[in-house]
Structures are given as C-alpha cells and as structure tokens.
C-alpha cells in the first residue's frame, strides 16, 4: 500500500509538482457567457468546497443529463478548446459548448456503462473526426483511442490530463486528472468510483481494487483537487454515512448544505478530495476507530464491509447486529 500510494503520487507530481500524501430533479442550469462570480450558485463561492474567486484558464461546465447522472465540459478559456466527459446526451453537451463559445474536439469517457459512454456514437457522427477515449481494458462503446494507467492527454494549450486507472464498479475504469498551467486548484472526474460522500458498487471487481482507487489512486492526489463524479447522489449517500458515522459534524454540516443545494435545485458537486477523507467513510478505511466500528483487522475488509451494508441499506441506523 506504502509503495503504492509512493507510485500514484509521483503520477501527480509529474503534472503538478506536488506530491501532497478530499428524488430525481433537474440539475444545474447550463452557465451563461455573462455569468459573474456573484450570479453562481451558492455551491460556487460559499460552500464548503467551492470554487476560489480568482482568474481561471480551466472553465468546468457540469451538464445535466437522463435523471441525475452529470456530464461536463473542460474549456480551455486560452484556445476555447474542449472536453466533454461522459456525453451521454450529445445535443446538450454540445448546446453548453456554444453558449460559452467552446468547441469540443474530444471525449473523455469513464466507464462503458450506458449512461456514460451511450452518448459517444451520435457525438462521432454530430462531429466528424472528434477522438474519443476510454480505458483499454473496458470495451467502450464509440472509442477511438484507448487509454491506459498513466496516458497523458491535453486540452488546447493550458490543460494537461493524466488518465488514472481505477478499477472496481467496472475492470476498465478511468479517472481523470485535470491540471492547468497556471496556478489553480486540479480537478479529477471520477465517473461511478468516487461520489461524494460514496463509491460504486463492485460490479467488476473487488473490495482490494476499490481500496487501491480511493485510498491509493486518488487519495494521493492534492487535498485541494476538486471532485467531479458522475452521479447527483451526495443527499442519500451522506444520510447512510451518518448511519455508520453518526458522531461525524463534517458530515452532518455538509448533508445540510447539500439538503439546501437539492431544495434550491442546484447540484453538490465539487468536492474535493480533502473532503472526502472527511466526509466518506469509504475513504476513512485506514483509521483504526473506523475498522474498529466494524469488527475489520484490514482497511480492505472494513471497506468491504461498508459496501456490503450500503448495498442492502434500506433506511434506518447502522449496528454490528447488520453484520
């Protein structure tokens, strides 16, 4: 684990120069061009892992798609040049595209799962010649260029990618490491391996994979990287964690928060990975008082554990009795 978490840090240290070991409803509406700092959501300049008011040359559009999964766009502000992640409805995507005056010349897809790579085939037709990644051990529908652990992409002339391998929800999944060149915080799309407050299931893998794609992978990254998942579940996750953590005040301050940002139609993305070793107890797995709350000898079997609760959680409090 130690020489693990050594190998992803120094992944991130080659973009950052950092190595520092966070009911269905309409989503967020697309931004306009003449959006100011002051006109965003709450969840932009007041919550708890909200953007910082400064100059950007990485623009991130979250785009809401089917009922509550997420698309975004990465604009490099510099060229206009874009990314789309996970596209699952095309003529959305490219519509947020124009009204920042933004051109996508490639996707970033994380899983192969439907309703995130769906969307690839119509988005090669509606633009001819688009490269479209995804992970070379996940089969993704419309991919024209695999990518691999490692594999490092660009967005027009200020944004650099590292393409993360994390595996479990599906054998072939990808994160994606975001950074530009100048002096902002990172960001890093995690498709259905890290929502806030949670994780996916193990459809493909195993409880050892999700605890190298949280804990190791993505744990390692910079604690102020911005977290952009694939799914709006942040209410009803955080409502389970307190069922395991309920002595946890973060949680409880950001279930209020992101009550609040739900009731206001508005979405709780960004975290950030500083949060999550906070907030998610998937990610806490290597705290002692964590394994202990579940009878577990390893980080890894506590993580198992949690998903196995999770996974049969109907509503009410956690107890060893569950076990």
């Keep these: 684990e130690t020489e693990g978490k050594k190998t992803m840090a120094g992944l991130a240290h080659q973009l950052t120069g950092r190595e520092d070991p966070g009911s269905p409803k309409r989503l967020f509406p697309i931004l306009k061009p003449s959006t100011t700092l002051s006109s965003l959501p709450a969840c932009f300049h007041s919550s708890p892992s909200g953007f910082r008011s400064r100059n950007r040359k990485m623009k991130i559009i979250p785009v809401a798609c089917l009922e509550d999964n997420y698309a975004y766009l990465i604009v490099d502000e510099s060229t206009k040049a874009a990314a789309a992640v996970d596209p699952v409805e095309p003529e959305k995507v490219l519509a947020a595209a124009s009204e920042v005056g933004a051109y996508i010349d490639c996707v970033l897809t994380t899983h192969h799962h439907w309703d995130h790579a769906g969307g690839n085939e119509k988005m090669r037709l509606l633009v001819p010649g688009i490269k479209v990644y995804g992970g070379s051990m996940d089969n993704v529908k419309g991919c024209t260029d695999q990518v691999e652990n490692g594999t490092k992409l660009s967005i027009g002339k200020e944004i650099d990618i590292l393409c993360l391998h994390t595996p479990c929800h599906t054998?072939?999944?990808i994160s994606y490491y975001v950074t530009s060149k100048e002096e902002e915080d990172p960001a890093v799309f995690t498709g259905d391996t890290l929502f806030i407050a949670g994780c996916g299931?193990?459809?493909?893998?195993?409880?050892?994979?999700m605890y190298q794609?949280?804990?190791?992978?993505?744990?390692s990254l910079p604690k102020s990287t911005r977290v952009y998942c694939g799914h709006e579940y942040t209410v009803k996750s955080l409502q389970f964690m307190l069922t395991v953590e309920p002595e946890n005040e973060k949680m409880k301050q950001k279930l209020e928060w992101a009550q609040k940002q739900r009731e206001a139609n508005q979405p709780t993305v960004p975290s950030t990975i500083g949060d999550e070793l906070e907030i998610n107890t998937f990610m806490r797995v290597d705290l002692p008082e964590i394994q202990a709350k579940f009878g577990a000898k390893s980080a890894v079997e506590a993580l198992?554990?949690?998903r196995n609760i999770k996974d049969t959680w109907k509503g009410g409090v956690y107890s060893r009795a569950m076990l």
């Design 304 to 306: 198992r554990t949690v």
């Design 201 to 209: 299931r193990f459809f493909e893998g195993t409880a050892e994979q």
């Design 171 to 173: 054998k072939g999944h």
């Design 213 to 219: 794609s949280l804990c190791v992978t993505l744990g």
